[in-house]
T-cell receptor
Framework: DAKTTQPTSMDCAEGRAANLPCNHSTISGNEYVYWYRQIHSQGPQYIIHGLKNNETNEMASLIITEDRKSSTLILPHATLRDTAVYYC???????????????FGKGTKLSVIP | ETGVTQTPRHLVMGMTNKKSLKCEQHLGHNAMYWYKQSAKKPLELMFVYSLEERVENNSVPSRFSPECPNSSHLFLHLHTLQPEDSALYLC????????????FGAGTRLSVL
């Protein structure tokens, strides 16, 4: 699976948009980009995923660059409850052995500030 | 509420004790997972069950013994643990093979004294 690089930490003012970047310059054509988050002392929570096109759901938007080497997760109106570690994961859904593996790196710790 | 329930939420045990962690999913999923999250370390996948058959075992010591009696329940039996096994143990489920949208429980915080 392609490696991802995320900033260690970010701050965002409450009510503003939080834009979390992720670099995945070695991504291949079959690899999707997934985002999860983990609120302190809870299990990770799936947010969104995409392949090429931008995606939006009730939680967030995912913007993937045309060359697919980077992406941005956007929380349009951050609240205090969005304070969490956000993980960007790249995964080939067609891989064989180890196809269950989701590799969680260190992620970005987002702090939403009142 | 994610549809994945773990009990207990907190557990303290001595190195000679035997205890079990329980996970139950109400999502109709076919795959279930155990992860370990130690302080300041990324999540580590321990075991994967698909349709009640163990399909992955990531070099986990034998003092951890998983059991999957049916597709809705997953156990992690613990015996003669070490203090370094203290961690957050997370259970997850997914619809099936290769599914990368996994639903996690809240975890069991384990302390080994």
């Amino acid at each position: 699976d392609a490696k991802t690089t995320q900033p260690t930490s970010m701050d965002c003012a409450e009510g503003r948009a939080a834009n979390l970047p992720c670099n995945h310059s070695t991504i291949s054509g079959n690899e999707y980009v997934y985002w999860y988050r983990q609120i302190h002392s809870q299990g990770p929570q799936y947010i969104i995923h995409g392949l090429k096109n931008n995606e939006t759901n009730e939680m967030a938007s995912l913007i993937i660059t045309e060359d697919r080497k980077s992406s941005t997760l956007i929380l349009p109106h951050a609240t205090l409850r969005d304070t969490a570690v956000y993980y960007c994961i790249v995964r080939d859904i067609y891989s064989g052995a180890g196809s269950y593996q989701l590799t969680f790196g260190k992620g970005t710790k987002l702090s939403v500030i009142p | 509420e994610t549809g994945v329930t773990q009990t207990p939420r907190h557990l303290v045990m001595g190195m000679t004790n035997k205890k079990s962690l329980k996970c139950e999913q109400h999502l109709g999923h076919n795959a279930m997972y155990w992860y370990k999250q130690s302080a300041k370390k990324p999540l580590e996948l321990m075991f994967v069950y698909s349709l009640e058959e163990r399909v992955e075992n990531n070099s986990v010591p034998s003092r951890f013994s998983p059991e999957c009696p049916n597709s809705s329940h997953l156990f992690l039996h613990l015996h003669t643990l070490q203090p370094e096994d203290s961690a957050l143990y997370l259970c997850a489920s997914s619809p099936g093979q290769g599914a990368h949208i996994q639903y996690f429980g809240a975890g069991t915080r384990l302390s080994v004294l």
